[in-house]
């Protein structure tokens, strides 16, 4: 009996230490170091001249310019998504004819460079000074010069749009494979015909595995906008460059243009986070945890790693 | 409540007995082939399927099951043969001595009266289980939302699933998605019922619940792909053995599993039992 008393009868689990890092604090306390007197020699340098970046970094002409940068941006993806389905749509197409015309468009513009293309709308005039439209065999039809049509605006939405329709193509294609036969089979199944199981089921389901890549061509098409600086498409960075080129504050024109990006990526990458979340909103409440749960688990895995 | 359309109600009118040598078959299968690249799976079925009676489908692995129920709803295409389905055909339609395949519209129509229930439930993942059940009413049949909705509470209610009808299919068990795939295929009022192995993916303490809704179901036609013999026994009115991609017997189940007429089929039994 007093042994018994004399043992306790609950053990106090064994904690477990916390490993040390040293290594991972080595080369923190080296990083901070160095991105400190980057930090100072680029705040301390008299040519930043910090001044005009604050003084320009609301000047209506680069906001005007960066509106054109988000309009821009929106109005091609818009596009690119709406040519992105309908090639992907194409390309498991039964018709041999449409499929290769699909191929054949994703090929051609995924192959040239962007910067080509930007140049080679813009100068639509050089190949076809008039565009007509008319019905054939009957005499009716209207003619317009070409030069009053393509102007740098137009023609950086021709040229982005395309471009990013061809990706937006594959990443449309990718998720639409990734959605399971059985799902088509079940359509099939309750009747429904092509075009509705694609507005239906495959579609919606597709758009999960298409978000993440679609983001990443958002992002890229955003800073794709500055490459139509060369046809003048009034956009962000032709401002600041038409800004500079007549007060010759080179860095600081650029660094406000840098910045403004930087501000639209951030935003970007967060309203992708809770756009993943909200489509997840099908799976069990542990697979979409919170911003703060995901960093937290991120820090563990890092930990354990 | 309206009682034309409550679906016990249409089963009991579907049970009253009829002599069954003078009814039309609702499923007619006449020399169906159907070969995947060079090896030929299906070898001339033939099989009638009488309204309002449960058929059970057996036989080994490999033998032509899933593939011709697959025929049935035009899910596989076939090499030669033909098939009907309360009198119209499926898939295609004959033309100077030659089948023609139907347009898409028609095969969704054909489609539009069997309904299918897949040994891996094929639920819409993005949708609960009343939108499930509501889809096929709502955007192929255009009926009404509010009486869709109406008519896809009872039936999930019929199968046990009234109080989960908000659910996602992820948050619902294997049993419980099947069940709700039941739901589904009744939602579209078919003419036959179609099943694949519908509790070979099931835990097996899973199996009763979704067997059970199925018994409820007894006056409906139905053909069922199954592995469970005591099932088959029980709820069948013809089992159909096949074996090599034909049709080797049938008959009632006391004649097939009780005195199979041919050693491939006891064999089989022997194996099963
Ligand atoms: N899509 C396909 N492509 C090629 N071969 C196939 C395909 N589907 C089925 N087969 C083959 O056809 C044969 C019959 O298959 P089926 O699935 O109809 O058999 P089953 O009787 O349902 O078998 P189980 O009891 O295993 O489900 C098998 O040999 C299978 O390998
Ligand atoms: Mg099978």
Known sequence: ?305 | MNTAEHPAASAQTAQTPAPPDRLEPMVRIRGVHKRFDKVEVLRGVDLDVQPNTTTCLLGPSGSGKTTLLRCINHLERVDAGQIFVDGHQVGYTARGGKLHEQSDKEIAAARRRTGMVFQQFNLFPHRTALENVMEGPVRVLRQDKHEARTRATQLLEQVGLGERMHHYPTNLSGGQQQRVGIARALAMDPKVLLFDEPTSALDPELVGEVLDVIRCLDGRTMIIVTHEIGFARECADTIVFMDGGSVLEQGSPQDVLNNPKSPRTENFLRRVL
Not at chain 1, 47 to 74: D, K
Not at chain 1, 201 to 220: E, R, S, Y
Not at chain 1, 278 to 293: F, G, Y
């Open chain 1, 1 to 305: 009996m007093t042994i018994l008393a004399q043992t306790p009868a609950v053990e106090e689990p064994l904690p477990v230490a916390r490993k040390a890092h040293p290594g991972r604090w080595l080369a923190a306390v080296v990083l901070a170091l160095a991105v400190a007197l980057l930090a100072r020699s680029l705040v301390t340098n008299p040519n930043m001249q910090w001044g005009v970046v604050a003084h320009y970094t609301f000047n209506s002409i680069i906001l005007q310019g960066l509106l054109v940068t988000i309009e821009l941006s929106v109005i091609c993806q818009a596009f690119a998504m709406i040519i992105g389905v309908l090639v992907a749509a194409l390309v498991q197409s039964a018709n041999p004819i449409l499929r290769g015309i699909s191929a054949v468009y994703v090929w051609f513009f995924r192959a040239t460079p962007l910067l080509v293309q930007l140049i080679f709308w813009y100068n639509l005039a050089l190949l076809f000074p008039h565009l007509s439209l008319g019905i054939p065999f009957t005499g009716m039809s209207e003619s317009w010069p070409m030069n009053a049509l393509i102007s740098g605006y137009t023609a950086a939405v021709l040229g982005l749009s395309l471009n990013d329709g061809a990706y937006m193509a594959e990443i449309v294609r990718g998720g639409l494979l990734a959605v399971p036969p059985g799902q088509v089979e079940a359509a099939q199944s309750i009747g429904m015909r092509r075009l509705k199981i694609l507005t239906r089921v495959t579609l919606p389901q597709a758009v999960k595995t298409m978000i993440p890549p679609t983001g990443n061509q958002f992002i890229n098409l955003v800073k794709s906008t500055s490459l139509v600086s060369v046809i003048g498409g009034g956009e962000l960075l032709t401002n600041a460059q038409n800004i500079y080129s007549q007060n010759f504050k080179v860095i600081p024109l650029l660094m406000v243009a840098a910045i403004w990006y930087l501000v639209l990526m951030a935003i970007l990458s967060t309203a992708q986070y809770y756009l993943e979340r909200w489509v997840a909103k099908d799976q069990p409440a542990a697979h979409r945890p919170s911003l703060r749960t995901r960093l937290a688990t991120m820090i563990r895995q890092k930990e354990r790693a």
